[in-house]
């Protein structure tokens, strides 16, 4: 069954043209974690000017699909754009792998960065998490863990129309033509988490008490407006800034789930807003 929903999951075509537009360096590594090896792609371009940034990036896919062509892509526009450098974690999915696998595994890989950023000439101050659909709700995770356990958090978060509330059935939340069908959405759930752990801040980051999510670096929401999450996403950033975090929450009308990923109308600006982001909240002087 799973295999036949992978199926389903929307896509969009990435030519060969495309990616030479944005040459880079692109190196497969394995990260030690406590869920065995990640499978991460490291990847940068000649004469880049802030080679010290680095953006960490989990994929979406309803925590069920892989790394696609679509993610790579979004990674070395970064990369060109902001002459950073880019991890683009392809994390296990679910149901062979389901919560809290990936959640423990996107951690540890963040937490590796910091301890080895000298060797990677990385800046702890310029390290960036992004995530889009299931990927922001483990970036968004990531954080509400370093917090609880005092670890290294990033500087900034960057969280693409997230599902942040699992538990609730997805008949019940705004339905939208061109959004998640209700169906499928709730396999995907159900790949990714029992029932009865749907409820837990780890899964559904919306339901984490106050305490959870004091502290979140300056965040970035980007939302649907034709997306069944786009309420949900909406929630939990505006609680986030009730909370004193500095947060920037920008609904996109007129578009659906994944069109910055998937390069549909209004893509580019979302991009854009991505990329004024990190420059607003980011040092982009190398350190000497």
């Known amino acids: 069954m799973a295999k036949e929903t992978r199926k389903k999951v929307t896509n969009a075509p990435v030519s060969e043209e495309e990616m030479r537009k944005y040459p880079v360096h692109i190196e ?3 990260i030690p974690t406590r869920e065995g ?3 991460a792609y490291y990847s940068y371009m000649e004469g880049g000017v802030n080679h010290d940034m680095m953006i960490i990036n989990y994929h979406g896919g309803g925590f069920i699909r892989e790394r696609t062509p679509n993610d790579e892509l979004f990674c070395r526009k970064l990369n060109h754009v902001l002459g950073c450098k880019v991890l683009d974690v392809d994390y296990k999915i679910a ?3 389901p919560y809290p696998a990936a959640v423990y595994e996107t951690y540890d ?3 590796w960065v910091y301890v080895h950023r000298e060797e990677l000439g990385l800046d702890e101050n310029k390290i960036v998490v992004s995530g889009h659909s299931a990927g922001g709700n483990l970036a968004i995770v990531n954080i509400m863990i370093a917090l609880e356990e005092k670890t290294f958090c990033p500087a900034l978060l960057i969280a693409d129309y997230p599902p942040l509330d699992v538990y609730t059935d997805p008949g019940e939340k705004p339905a939208q033509d061109t959004g998640i069908p209700a169906e499928r959405a709730r396999l ?3 790949y990714y988490c029992d029932r009865e752990r749907q409820k837990e801040p780890y899964a559904s980051p919306l339901f984490a008490s106050d305490d959870q999510l004091k502290g979140f670096p300056p ?3 980007i939302t649907a407006s034709l997306d069944s999450l786009c309420v949900e996403a909406e929630e939990f950033a505006l609680r ?3 909370l004193g975090g500095e ?3 920008k609904r996109f009308q007129n578009v659906g789930h994944a069109f910055t990923i998937y390069r549909r109308e209004k893509h580019q600006e979302a991009f854009d807003l991505i990329v004024k982001t990190i420059r607003g909240n980011i040092d982009m002087k190398m350190k000497k």
Do not use: G, H
């Open 95 to 97: 149901p062979d792998y």
């Open 37 to 39: 090896s990640a499978e």
């Open 109 to 111: 890989v963040l937490q």
């Open 219 to 221: 965040s970035l929401f």
């Open 188 to 190: 995907y759930n159900l």
């Open 247 to 249: 947060v920037t929450l």
């Open 28 to 30: 497969k590594m394995l």
């Open 240 to 242: 986030l800034a009730r």
